[in-house]
């Protein structure tokens, strides 16, 4: 009879998979595992971060978001530009889901089992983008792209209060406001294909929002913290984004936000 899996010690071990295929593989296996009862959950074990984090291909090389280039919708192209940065938005969204699964010990199990599901859809949202960038004639590493996502993720590895504030409650939920235009755009070049693609997107990003919302509120409950005022803290402590609309306002309200907060981004 097969060991039980330890959740966090697999995240580890698929977090430091340079090969997006083998990565979002393992990951679709732990999450299959998990739901048939064969994992296990370390709530105690002191992270000791090795080298390789996270583990990511050669390709496609990283530059500043200024150099990644303008995406015409008018060619293939362009519109293969657009697929390949969202591909390389989920690939490093498939990463940071593994590293809050693994880094952070001494949360709940829900806890856990929450961003195990996240890394679960990541993956296939990753999975998808790259087939049907695939069909346009491109693959993923053919087109540079930037790291703002991840360099977040490094940022807040010490606390997870600030990971929760400022990953998936701020630049994951950046995706809730702009994926609806970039759908547009693409229905509009007739590439219906990848507009269905952005539907799943959009529907599964307002749950990754959601998990990221109920897990700072909860760490804000137990800190004894006021959320929004010790979200605009961490905003200026770890140099977050300034946010700028238009805001997803709909959207925003099913993920969690408060009314208190919609206001403001109204």
């Known amino acids: ?17 340079p090969n997006p295929a083998a990565k979002t593989a393992g990951v679709a296996a732990l999450v ?33 978001p200024r150099l990644v280039g ?12 657009l697929i390949h940065a969202l591909a390389h938005i989920e690939f490093n969204a498939v990463n940071l889901a593994l590293d809050a699964l693994w880094r952070f010990p001494g949360m709940p199990p829900d806890y856990y089992s929450d961003w195990l599901r996240v890394a679960g859809e990541e993956a296939l949202h990753f999975d998808m983008l790259c087939a049907h960038l695939k ?10 792209g930037h790291d703002s996502l991840w360099e977040m993720v490094e940022k807040t590895r010490g606390d997870v209060l600030a990971r929760m504030a400022l990953v ?24 219906l294909e990848a507009a269905a693609i952005l539907d799943v997107l959009l529907r599964d990003e307002v749950g990754h929002v959601e998990i990221g919302n109920r897990w700072y509120l909860y760490l804000c409950g137990l800190r004894g913290l006021e959320p929004v005022a010790t979200y605009g803290e961490l905003t200026l402590r770890y140099g977050a984004p300034v946010l700028k609309g238009p805001f997803n306002i709909e959207a925003r309200r099913q993920a969690g936000f408060s009314e208190a907060e919609l206001a403001r981004f109204a």
């Open 32 to 64: 299959a595992a998990h739901r048939r009862g064969e994992t296990t959950l370390d709530l105690e074990a002191a992270p000791c971060a090795p080298e390789g984090i996270p583990g990511r291909p050669a390709r496609p090389e990283l530059v500043p």
């Open 70 to 81: 303008r995406r015409s919708m008018a060619t293939v192209e362009g519109r293969a530009m």
């Open 168 to 191: 998936p409650r701020t630049l994951e939920a950046r995706g809730l406001d702009a994926i609806p235009p970039l759908r547009a755009k693409l229905a509009q070049a007739g590439d």
């Open 135 to 144: 069909t346009l004639g491109y693959a993923y590493g053919d087109f540079p």
């Open 1 to 17: 009879m097969a060991q039980p899996l330890e959740l966090r010690a697999c995240a580890l071990q698929s977090l430091l998979a």
